[in-house]
């Protein structure tokens, strides 16, 4: 087991960058802005985000999508191969989606046929993998069969990646939707990481061989309320230190739900207040990092540089509050 590529995805100025949009979702990103999503506009839109130089600076690992990690730069050159050269490493998403458990909740699929995607990933020159299960948030939700459910799969998944040597993320999500509070996000997220970890050790795997990747623990974005980041900070530092074993390497948190400066300034107060805190505290953002760059972008050519400088601007402000040195002046 490659037990240094865990720690080689969370050094102290680096995160990841999460291009694992599904095709439905990428599909309504770039709906957002006027385009029709493709192959090859998919294609183009990735490459202008890996080619960007300097971002293997702020960038540690590139999460991808089965359709990105089997295409190539304009020079012919494989994704993978490309990032690998330029010290990013590659991983994918390897869940496929979610089936319905009832009327409202739903599990993370994928397990069939794993084992041999993997293998088929490992020689594209992969070195880490990622599977996401997420949990709606309410009075009454999560299930018990939900969190059971999901679980069972994500610690299946783990052993199945660490079995072919590949570092797993395991992404159990808390939703932001719905008018939850703050405390309620916390008590669910507690409930899930504590189910999670409790699985994981039961089954044997290497908790220093995987990562966590998960929500930050906020209020539902329905509910009309806004926590500062000392707020966020705190409690998410309390969940974190409450269900996640020491032994694992590093939490990487997603930006769901927040615009970017929300999830920057918020990934640095956590830095800020970590204290003693025994894991590495480093972002894996989708949104966080995209939303700005792709709108300067919007499918055209001449839009390419400019979409490029707003991207390492970001990537470059996410590093430094993965620090917990940056300030809302930097954003100027």
Not at 208 to 233: C, F, Q, R, W, Y
Request: aromatic share 6%; proline share 6%; with cysteine.
């Amino acid at each position: 087991m490659k037990s240094d590529i865990a720690k080689k995805l969370v050094p102290l100025h680096k995160g990841l960058l999460a291009a694992d949009e599904s095709t439905g979702t990428i599909k309504k990103r770039f709906a957002a802005v006027g385009l029709v999503s493709s192959p090859e506009l998919n294609r183009q839109y990735r490459q202008m985000l890996f080619t960007t130089p300097g971002i293997e600076n702020f960038l540690s690992g590139v999460i991808m999508f089965d359709e990105t990690v089997r295409q190539k730069t304009d020079e012919g050159v494989p994704f993978p191969e490309y990032l690998s050269e330029r010290g990013i490493i590659p991983g994918i998403k390897v869940d496929e989606g979610r089936e319905p458990l009832n009327d409202t909740e739903e599990i993370a699929r994928g397990l069939d046929g794993l084992p041999e995607r993997l293998k088929e990933y490992k020689e594209m020159r992969v070195g880490f993998t990622k599977w996401r299960a997420p949990f709606v948030i309410s009075s009454i939700y999560p299930s018990n069969e939900a969190l059971e459910k999901n679980i069972e799969r994500m610690v299946k998944y783990a052993e199945i990646s660490q079995g072919y040597d590949l570092v797993p993320i395991v992404e159990p999500e808390v939703l932001m939707d719905g008018n939850h509070t703050t405390a309620r996000c916390e008590e669910v997220s507690r409930e899930v990481l504590s189910n999670l970890f409790r699985e994981l050790k039961m089954a044997g795997i290497d908790l220093k061989k995987l990562l966590l990747k998960t929500n930050m623990i906020l209020p539902g974005k329905d509910s009309n309320v806004k926590a500062d980041s000392l707020e966020v900070a705190h409690a998410t530092l309390r969940t974190m230190r409450k269900t996640v074993p020491s032994e694992v390497p590093g939490i990487v948190f997603l930006s769901g739900g927040q615009s970017p400066e929300e999830a920057t300034a918020n990934l640095d107060r956590i830095n800020k207040l970590r204290s003693d805190s025994p894991w590495e505290l480093s972002f894996s953002f989708a949104r966080a990092l995209q939303l700005e760059p792709l709108e300067s972008w919007r499918g055209k050519e001449e839009n390419v540089k400019m979409a490029q400088g707003v991207f390492y601007k970001r990537a470059k402000l996410v590093s430094l509050a993965r620090q917990g040195k940056y300030s809302p002046e930097m954003e100027r």
